[in-house]
């Protein structure tokens, strides 16, 4: 049974406990057992906290709204038996994730990108309707043969 679970908050960090809890109870209900489903739940945080921070930075010393839509991130959890799939949204359109998530050392999100990459199955850079979005993808032990690790 495929299932879809929708947040929308804030963009703020005291928001990502809220996050966190649906992710690890989606997670959780997947049949994830307990590392697994904090391994999803780093990587749904670090991609949070990067769209956070971006946004933070490029508005420092402006006073001035972010963006031309609201401040806000949306984070799509779909599941289903054999993985889970989240999405997350930024809907103002001020951070590219691709860039803020650079492989290369020193780079802003660098640490994040690793931790991503290393948790995740699948991890996918996008540009949605509504502004840059990030999909991490996690299997199932068993459910699939080998890690394609697909980076785009």
Not at 28 to 49: K, M, N, P, T
Not at 137 to 142: E, H, S, Y
């Amino acid at each position: 049974m495929k299932e879809e679970l929708r947040l929308e908050v804030p963009r703020d960090t005291c928001y990502l406990s809220s996050v966190r809890a649906l992710v690890e109870a989606a997670a959780r209900r997947s049949g994830f057992d307990e590392l697994s489903a904090h391994q999803i739940v780093a990587s749904v945080d670090e991609a949070c906290a990067v769209a956070i921070s971006n946004a933070a930075a490029r508005a420092s010393g402006e006073h001035v709204a972010l963006g031309a839509g609201p401040s806000r991130l949306r984070v799509v959890v779909e599941r289903d038996r054999r993985r889970i799939c989240v999405r997350v949204e930024d809907l103002a359109g001020r951070v590219d994730f691709a860039d803020s998530l650079a492989a290369d050392p020193g780079q802003p999100g660098d640490m994040a990108f690793l931790l991503i990459s290393g948790f995740m199955d699948e991890v996918e850079y996008g540009v949605g309707e509504e502004g840059p979005e990030i999909t991490l993808i996690k299997f199932r032990p068993g459910s699939r043969s080998g890690r394609q690790g697909r980076r785009s």
